[in-house]
């Protein structure tokens, strides 16, 4: 057992003995180390200000992860190096994308500049495909807000430095800091602090089983993107906090013939490829997700365990049919995903349960599948209204239905009144899916709220339903899903 959070700083390591487990990694940054070019703009993931990079190892890779040190508590930085904004220069030479920043006049405010370099850092040192173009700059920067209307220069700056091999110091220093990564990372269980107020990060799912047992009302933290609020919106006092970061198995991505499996720590970056290769809406939908940061760390598990009934993953698994996998102690269980939703933010989970996996069943040569995601602004914000659907066809025929909607009741959950009125519809008469879409209004009564009123959710709801049906049907529409070419290869694939 270790009792000492562990992470690197230009290439030594700082060790935390007596932090609070709420301490952020920028708490640590600025009142403990000082280091103030990294700043605070709201505190809750959404501006970027605070970004900065954790080069850690994942597997035999060295990869360079952009997080908001905001909401990261500086527990989870534990084996990985913390860099930050006054790490890039090389005295008096500034990195690639500062000087690119700089000559196409890209460094605006002082709050926001610092997560803008690193953001780009980050991207610099992405791994291959490097194709780069304006669209993928301007999916990375989502999460890096600027209010002065300055994006065009720093887009510049990101197309002009980021888009070639890293050359930087920091990649000639790569297999040094991967020994010393090594060396950092260790197979010991972390606790630091007292049975009454700790952070612990168990490394097997024994060890994660028996400290849940032992402390069945601690908090589970995976990558804090909702937590982190908590503590930092909320001003929760969290004394007991177990990270799941570093217990082996639960990162696992299974991709079988079926289905795929995806452990609770699976990252939302990481489940991305496997989400779009079963469908192109689910990639769409995990592009909208938050923004790069919060995609780096936030995890598939925390979006289901979190139990938001606007959170984008439910809906669209529940429609796929997953079953969500949940350990106590070492008593394992299964359940159908729409199952373990109760009530508002209330889940089929006993204290020191935990989510072990989510596996997901691919689509079958005659299911179709489309999800919407709707909200005020297209990037980095949370749903209104999020509807995904798929059906089974017998030819043109619908025989079997799975509807599932978020921002439309206290839960995610499925339409199943609408759902039995698709059942032997034919695509080819669409006046006939005016019955599942009147029938809408028997499975929901939304609420009104800051995001969207009750009336809009259920027009919306509507809408959504309605043009999926109409493009499963065959006739093509303008923007998210174009039958054509996807379709084809879809059909082909089957
Ligand atoms: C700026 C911003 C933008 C966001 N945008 C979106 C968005 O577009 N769509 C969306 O759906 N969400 C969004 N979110 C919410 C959040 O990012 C997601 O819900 C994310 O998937 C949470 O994962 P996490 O690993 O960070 O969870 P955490 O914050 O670590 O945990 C969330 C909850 O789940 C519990 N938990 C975590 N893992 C487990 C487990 N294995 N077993 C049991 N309990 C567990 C925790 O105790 C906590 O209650 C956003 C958040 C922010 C800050
Ligand atoms: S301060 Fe805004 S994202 Fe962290
Ligand atoms: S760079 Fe700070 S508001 Fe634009």
Known sequence: MRG??????????????AASPTLTLLDYLRLQERATGTKEGCAEGDCGACTVVLRRLRGE???????NACILLAGQADGAEVITVEDLADGDTLHPVQQALVDRHGSQCGFCTPGFVMALFALYHAPAPRALDRARVNDWLAGNLCRCTGYRPIVEAALASCAGAPSDRFAAQEEESRHALQRL?????????????FFAAPTSLAALGQLCAEHPDATLVAGATDVG???TKGLRDLPRIIWLGRVRGLDVIDDGRDAVGFGACVTLVAATPHLAAIDPDLGELM???AGTQIRTT????????????????PPALIALGATVALQHGETPRSLPLESFFLAYRKQDRREGEFVRMVRVPKLAANERFRCFKITKR???????????FKLRLDGRRIVGARLAYGGMAEIPKRARAAERQLIEVSLDRPESFAGTLAALAEDF?????????ARYRLDVARAILRRALTEIAGAPTSTTRIVGRREAVHDGAG
């Open 298 to 313: 936030g995890t598939v598990g925390g979006n289901i365990a979190n139990g938001s009934p606007i959170g984008d993953l």
């Open 287 to 289: 592009r909208r997700f």
């Open 378 to 388: 297209f990037d980095e914000d949370i749903s209104a209204v999020m509807g995904a």
């Open 445 to 453: 009564t939304p609420i009104s709220d800051q995001r969207a009123s």
């Open 229 to 231: 609020l908590w503590i």
């Open 185 to 197: 990372a260790g197979n010991d269980d972390l606790f630091v602090g007292t049975p009454e107020r």
């Open 4 to 17: 000492d959070i562990r992470f690197l700083r230009r290439g030594r390591p700082v060790r935390l003995t």
């Open 61 to 67: 890779r060295v990869v360079y992860e952009p997080v």
